[in-house]
């Protein structure tokens, strides 16, 4: 489809060029949605091209044209450099990166789930972590898939379109999409939530010794001893990394706009549709930070549309 940013611009937008990751279904198909209504050009990513073009389609018939598709899985670099040689020879900036893919790390016997009927209140509290063990499998494999895919994919898809949001003429809105699992006062290990808190000596190598240290532990089968988080162990120290990544980049970029947010409990794939939120209240918060104005916070964290405490 081909991209035709003067058509599409509403009155008071400037010609803006974004990227959502993981966009072909979830909250993230509806980031893309909400930018693309407001005159915003999108890539629309997704791993899978067929889902990915069956996404960009829908949008098309309800009239957004400013939308296209490229393929991304953010856990292939070969895939990541194509896509950076597509914004290169199409596009040369980029004004907005939404970091939404993601997945849950873990293996779910999800008829189990759903007749345990837990109320999302227990479940984001946390109380139901014990009662949930029988149900959520931590498996090694899908622990180093989900830091991949949630960690070190945001690092490797950003740093890569880098370049080119350093190009954008009043600061690029890098929005990455974390969770309230990654909140440190969820972690018990007060080692470990000093130094993901700490950002006066925070280091992209110290937070990457952290998710090496959790892998260890897991594999030794000493998460709880440690003190990581039991519930989604893999997902919540994705999270809480990645947090701490986006303060990290925001120092280095001081003219850039880098925060991250918990898009609230949606009801989507990644949580076995246990979320009471709608895609279109989800996609407020992150939706809301790719539209900073200028001078807003950088290096932040918000629960939804609301800042918030690391
Ligand atoms: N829903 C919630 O309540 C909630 C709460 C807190 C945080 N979040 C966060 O919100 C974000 C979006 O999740 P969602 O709720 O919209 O879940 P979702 O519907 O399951 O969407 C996840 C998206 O990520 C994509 N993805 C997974 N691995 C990928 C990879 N390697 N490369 C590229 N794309 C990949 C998926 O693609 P496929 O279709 O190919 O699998 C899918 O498009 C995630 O980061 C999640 O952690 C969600």
Known sequence: MEVNCETTLTANMSCKYA??????????????RQLASKGVTVILTARNEMRGIAAVSSLFESGLTNVVFHQLDVCDPASVECLVKFVKT???????????????????????????????????????????????????????????????????VTEALLPFLRLSPSGARIVNVSSLRSELKRIPNEETRKELGRIESLTEAKIDGIV???????????????????????????????????????????????????????????????????????????????????????????????????
């Open 19 to 32: 990227i959502v990751t993981g966009a072909n279904k979830g909250i993230g198909f509806e980031v893309v």
């Open 90 to 156: 199409q596009f040369g900036t980029l004004d907005i990166l939404v970091n939404n893919a993601g997945v849950s790390g873990v293996v779910v016997n999800e008829e189990g789930l759903r007749a345990l009927n837990i109320d999302p209140v227990s479940w984001l509290s946390g109380e139901a972590t014990n009662i949930v063990q029988g149900v959520i499998q931590q498996t090694y494999r899908n622990a180093e898939v989900c830091l991949d895919t949630n960690y070190y994919g945001v690092k490797r």
């Open 212 to 310: 090496e240290w959790f892998l260890r532990d897991l594999k030794q089968g000493k998460l709880e001893a440690n003190g990581w988080s039991i519930m989604l162990p893999a997902y919540s120290i994705s999270k809480a990394s990645l947090n701490a990544y986006t303060r990290v980049l925001a120092k280095t970029y001081p003219k850039m706009y880098i925060n991250c947010v918990h898009p609230g409990y949606v009801n989507t794939d990644i949580n076995w549709h246990t979320g009471t939120m709608l895609v279109k209240e989800g996609a407020r918060g992150p939706v809301m930070l790719a539209f900073l104005p200028d001078g807003g916070p950088s290096g932040s964290y918000f629960d939804q549309t609301n800042l918030a405490e690391f």
